[in-house]
């Protein structure tokens, strides 16, 4: 199952996050409840902002929800409710709850709740003993839960009633147990009701739960022994995985690996040779030209195979070519190159090997014996989160003034700690992947590719293709867009919206990460009834 982004929740302290609860208090408190005045600019900033603290719920860089405390007096509710402190136990020491304000798509229960969490903890830290709030009285049963006591007749207007209640910590923390039981009931229902995905997109892959255990544990100082042990188990694994000597580990994604590599061949000063027949091949070709490098190039139509004799052919003409880049995997076809002939071919014309093998490790045998450099990525194959970018060497590589700091692998070699800041969520979640990590499924990927092919599909396959990765070519009849949204819908994740794919109206199966094959093959038979439907539809219409 796809990995589904978590909700956050903390106080509001950067000016983006201030930006967008002005927008969501104009969404609410003007747009939905009507009680402040229509502008162009569709802000609101509250009368006490510079007194409140913003308690969010954040998803991604996405403000979702939000609640304000205030401790300073008056209160909103002393000048909505005539003596205020009649209604209140002796010795409290309140302070006030304001602008409750959730997206509706968020809303039912969850996200509040974990707001007055966040919330009942900030008040016990700053010595509050109660918490006032005026509850909109369409939400009283949700309030009574989470263990809010209603006090003093209502205020506001017809149009928006509220209901003066509070809540101490006594009470969330006995009616926050049978919340959380009422919250559990309803989130089965919920996905009982809802569709459970598959997820089929090269990344991010479908993490399996002892990696997003990993994932979740509480982060630790990169600089800290713990995080050093944990750094040198990954590397190590990863080079007992591919036989590399040599591994160096940054934050960053493929692109960055990538141009680590780059960086290391601008200071060769020789000439290089790169092949491509697809997305990922120009992409280095595009790393070629923006790092100044000198090189020839084999380039051929997408899905089109490089002979080993064209690359001699091309390497006898030009003896001064001392390495060569290919991807290993070309990610958009699903087309894999030789990588054996290509270290013979290379060992020959004493010619360094240099691949991007992001699509291959972990998702076929990848033996990295004689490559010169390898670059990788955390998710794809090795199935663990985006994030950590990857550049195996086979030999000892120096710091050189040349290349910008954060690119120069002789700064990660040399250094005798992490050299810069990392995740170490990121680490925890790659050390299990790697202890997980199973190959994909020759046998597995041909039979679904029979599947999609006795329903008419056209399918990018031979002897020379990843199982790991399924490109369906569609009939121009059918738009990829149409097909990959309507099978989004029922909850099948293909991999079509890249650009790349939109253009020449393609669809991908990716097959890494944890995937379960009975639900594989429920999925197949799904999308060859999508694929019949559409095809007949098409046809009717011409």
């Known amino acids: 199952m796809g990995h589904i982004l978590p909700i956050s929740y903390k106080i509001a302290d950067s000016k983006e996050e201030m930006e967008q609860i002005y927008r969501l208090n104009y969404a609410t408190f003007v747009e939905e409840i009507p009680q402040h005045e229509v502008n162009t600019e569709r802000l609101l900033v509250d009368r ?46 309140p302070c006030e709850i304001r602008l409750l304000s959730i997206k509706r798509e968020y809303r039912g229960g969850r996200v509040f709740y974990e707001l007055c969490k966040r919330l009942v903890l900030y008040c016990v830290e700053q010595g509050y003993t109660m918490a006032l709030i005026s509850g909109t009285t369409r939400q009283l049963k949700l309030y009574k839960h989470i263990g809010f006591r209603p006090f003093g007749p209502l ?267 990392h995740s170490s969520n990121g680490m925890f979640a790659l050390e299990v992947a790697l202890k997980q990590l199973t190959y994909a499924s020759e046998t597995l990927a041909n039979e679904i590719c029979e599947e999609l092919m006795d329903a008419g599909m056209t399918v990018l396959r031979g002897e020379s293709y990843s199982p790991g990765m399924i490109t369906i070519e569609l009939p121009s009849e059918i738009s990829s867009r149409e097909f990959g949204d309507q099978l989004k819908k029922a909850g099948i994740l293909l991999s079509y919206e890249s650009s790349y794919l939109l253009e020449r109206n393609w669809v991908q199966i990716a097959l890494m990460g944890e995937l379960n094959q009975e639900r594989i093959f429920k999925a197949m038979k799904e999308i060859k009834v999508r694929f019949i439907k559409l095809n007949k539809r098409k046809a009717s219409t011409i």
């Not at 003409?317 to 290509?342: F, R």
Request: proline share 5%; aromatic share 10%.
């Open 155 to 421: 205020v506001g207007t017809k149009q928006a009633a509220y209901q003066p209640m509070y809540l101490t910590k006594e009470n969330f923390e006995s009616a926050s147990r049978l919340f959380q039981r009422l919250l559990e009931r309803a989130e089965r229902r919920k996905r009982r009701g809802k569709v459970e995905e598959i997820n089929f997109l090269p990344g991010p892959v479908p993490i399996c739960k002892k990696v997003q255990e990993a994932w979740e544990k509480p982060a630790i100082s990169h600089r800290s022994a713990d995080f050093q042990h944990v750094f040198q188990n990954v590397q190590q694994a990863l080079c007992e995985l591919t036989g590399a000597n040599y591994v160096e580990i940054g934050v960053g994604t493929g692109t960055l690996a990538n141009d680590m590599v780059a960086a290391q061949l601008s200071v060769l000063d020789s000439k290089g040779l790169i092949l491509a027949n697809g997305e990922f091949g120009e992409r280095l070709i595009d790393h070629g030209k923006s790092w100044n490098l000198s090189f020839e190039k084999i380039q051929k139509q997408w899905n089109t195979p490089i002979l080993i004799d064209e690359i001699e052919e091309v390497l006898q003409g030009n003896p001064d070519i001392s390495w060569l880049w290919t991807v290993h995997c070309e990610t958009s076809t699903g087309y894999v190159y030789p990588l054996v002939a290509l270290k013979e071919v290379c060992e020959k014309y004493h010619v360094h090997l240099c691949i991007d093998a992001c699509s291959t490790i972990g998702v076929i045998p990848t033996d990295l014996t004689n490559v010169y450099l390898a670059s990788l990525v955390s998710g794809k194959g090795l199935g663990s989160y985006p994030g950590i970018a990857i550049v195996f060497h086979e030999r000892p590589i120096f710091p050189n003034r040349r290349i910008p700091n954060y690119l120069d692998l002789g700064r990660y070699q040399a250094a005798t700690t992490v050299p810069f800041t």
């Open 48 to 93: 006490f902002h510079d007194e409140n603290i913003y308690v969010i719920a954040k998803k991604k860089d996405e403000v979702i929800g939000m609640i304000t405390v205030r401790g300073n007096r008056p209160f909103s509710l002393d000048q909505k409710l005539n003596n205020l402190d009649h209604y209140l136990p002796e010795n409290a020491k």
